[in-house]
C-alpha cells in the first residue's frame, strides 16, 4: 500500500477507536507509525501528541451535542494532564527508544490488565 493510503488507514483506525473509547492516539498511532512507516520512537511520541488534539476536539464537540460531560472532573483532570504532558515531554528527550518502547508496553498492558478485570 502506498505511504498516503496507509497514512489514510492509520487515520481512519485512530479516529473510529478515538471516537468510540476516546483513545486512538497513543494507542494506534505510535505503533502503527513505527511499524507501518518505520518512524523513529521517540518521533513517532512526539507526532502522536499533534494527532490527538484535532481528534479530541472533534470528538469532545460530538459529546457535548449527545451527552452531559462532567465538566469539573475535565477541568481538575486537565490541569493534572498538563502538568504530566509537561513532565513527559521533557523526559521523551531523554529515555532511549528501547526504555521507551518497554515503558509503552508496560502502560499497554496495564490498561488491558485493567479493561479485562
Not at 520512537?41 to 460530538?62: D, F, M, N, V, Y
Not at 515531554?89 to 479493561?115: C, D, N, P, Q, T
Request: with cysteine; glycine share 12%.
Amino acid at each position: 500500500m502506498e505511504k498516503k493510503g496507509k497514512l489514510t488507514a492509520i487515520g481512519l483506525v485512530t479516529g473510529f477507536a478515538n471516537g468510540l473509547f476516546g483513545s486512538g492516539g497513543g494507542t494506534i498511532v505510535v505503533p502503527a507509525m513505527e511499524r507501518f512507516l518505520d518512524v523513529e520512537e521517540h518521533k513517532a511520541h512526539a507526532t502522536a501528541i499533534s494527532i490527538i488534539l484535532p481528534l479530541s476536539l472533534l470528538s469532545l464537540l460530538i459529546y457535548c451535542w449527545k451527552t452531559d460531560i462532567a465538566w469539573q472532573i475535565a477541568l481538575w483532570a486537565s490541569a493534572g494532564g498538563i502538568v504530566g504532558g509537561l513532565v513527559g515531554a521533557r523526559l521523551l528527550s531523554k529515555i532511549s527508544g528501547i526504555w521507551l518502547h518497554r515503558i509503552f508496553g508496560l502502560f499497554m498492558i496495564a490498561a488491558a490488565v485493567r479493561m479485562i478485570l
